[in-house]
């Protein structure tokens, strides 16, 4: 009986919630392009924080160093030194790349080099044996090299160093500006909220003193707010999650889920973008009743 009851009272507040959306149609209205505003830019920071943390995590993944072997090593010497590459604590895995098929490779990039290396004979081939070297943590790739170039027999040792650090440093600058500006807007959504949902109460301050006259309960007067706060909220995020779903898509499709460089690579929007406008929808549900609570809390002293 009084669990039916209870489901009467929510059936009444969520009318009642949609009813005060309708009658203070332009408070809501300017609370729904609030969240709405907003959470279009949170969508879009979103999708670049996450996106800037897998171009990171790509780089890093091909993170490669070059080992240069000298030209007077035979297959012995060589063999030696990559078993003290491979007995280095940070090493994932190490692959070889003979002279002759770096050679090879070339003439398939342009005719013209595949014109001056076709005149080389075997022993006038001036490039090196060399291996290619993956780090498990690249974090300390810029160690590995270090330890790998002490070894003796190794002529040089390249891996993009300054370059990758500078570029990294760069995306994990970018990612967490973004996030900030998520949480920002997040925090700045609720507080127009909050003083939007203050205005709309003081014009039904009438109608409140009533309920709490014939002995409405704090909670019974403040449940149609939070529930119109959860309306506000979901309507607001329709469409940041219509663009969101749609806009990704449309962008992965016109690049092939490549920006600039092969490492730029975007998320494949499926189920991605469900996942962001999940968050979205989330977002704006909660920012919309924590607002409309905090405003009934705080204004009416409840």
Do not use: H
Request: net charge neutral; hydrophobic share 45%; proline share 2%.
């Amino acid at each position: 009986m009084i669990r039916m009851k209870n489901i009467r009272i929510l059936i009444k507040n969520i009318r009642d919630g949609l009813k005060n959306i309708v009658r203070n149609f332009s408070l809501s209205l300017a609370s729904i392009s609030c969240i709405t505003v907003t959470l279009l830019i949170v969508a879009v920071a979103i999708i670049g924080s996450l996106n800037v943390e897998n171009f990171t995590n790509v780089i890093r993944d091909d993170f490669t160093i070059v080992v240069y072997i000298e030209n007077d090593c035979d297959d012995k010497k060589e063999n030696e030194i990559k078993g003290e590459i491979q007995d280095l604590s940070n090493i994932e895995s190490i692959e070889y790349n003979s002279k002759k098929q770096i050679a090879d490779d070339m003439k398939k990039e342009s005719q013209i080099f595949d014109t001056i290396i076709s005149s080389w004979s075997e022993s006038e081939n001036p490039l090196y044996d060399t291996y290619l070297v993956k780090v498990k943590d690249s974090d300390k790739i810029s160690n590995s090299a270090k330890k790998i170039e002490k070894i003796d027999g190794v002529a040089l040792v390249k891996y993009g160093e300054g370059m990758i650090e500078s570029l990294l440093s760069i995306f994990d600058i970018i990612e967490k500006i973004l996030i900030v500006i998520v949480v920002s807007l997040i925090i700045v959504t609720a507080f127009l909220i909050v003083n939007t949902i203050k205005i709309t109460i003081f014009s039904r301050q009438e109608e409140i003193e009533i309920k709490r006259l014939v002995g409405a309960s704090n909670f019974s007067i403040k449940q149609p707010f939070v529930i119109e706060g959860l309306f506000i909220g979901l309507i607001g995020s329709i469409i940041p999650v219509l663009v969101t779903i749609y806009g990704y898509s449309t962008l992965y499709e016109k690049t092939g889920g490549i920006l600039f460089s092969k490492f730029i690579k975007l998320f494949e929007p499926f189920p991605f973008v469900f996942i962001i406008s999940s968050v979205l929808i989330v977002i704006g549900v909660v920012v919309g009743m924590f607002g409309s609570s905090r405003a009934v809390r705080k204004y009416l002293k409840i």
